[in-house]
């Protein structure tokens, strides 16, 4: 079955770096576009980053654009979200995602637009 397990989310001081790990199984991991989503307490869930299957196509909300970057190793079957220059307002729990695709160059940004969810990983960013 999809499984999808996150890992490196933490408490950072403002301005500082993390990297997001979403390692994936169960599933060709190639043919699946890959996106990062985020939760704040008391808010909708959030999109943030997205990746084609190919990984050549990216897209970000604004608020991160510049300081986020999302990635992919398909060897590995993993994707990242690299976070640089952190904010408060970044925190949230992080949710890695992934839906299949027959279109190796095409993101997706909406949040039903995704099959599989994994169970969050949390980053706190102190001022």
């Known amino acids: 079955q999809v499984q999808l397990v996150e890992s490196g989310g933490g408490l950072v001081q403002a301005g500082a770096s993390l990297r997001l790990s979403c390692a994936a199984s169960?599933?060709?991991?190639?043919?699946?576009?890959m996106g990062w989503f985020r939760q704040a307490p008391g808010k909708e869930r959030e999109f943030v980053a997205t990746?084609?299957?190919?990984?050549?196509?990216?897209n970000y909300v604004d608020s991160v654009k510049g300081r986020f970057t999302i990635s992919r190793d398909n060897a590995k079957n993993t994707v990242y979200l690299q976070m640089n220059s952190l904010k408060p307002e970044d925190t949230a729990v992080y949710y890695c995602?992934?839906?299949?695709?027959?279109?190796?160059?095409?993101?997706?940004?909406?949040?039903?637009?995704?099959?599989?969810w994994g169970q969050g990983t949390q980053v706190t960013v102190s001022s």
């Open positions: 995602a992934a839906r299949p695709t027959s279109y190796s160059s095409v993101t997706y940004s909406l949040r039903r637009e995704y099959n599989y």
């Open positions: 990746i084609s299957g190919s990984g050549g196509h990216t």
């Open positions: 169960g599933f060709t991991f190639n043919t699946y576009a």
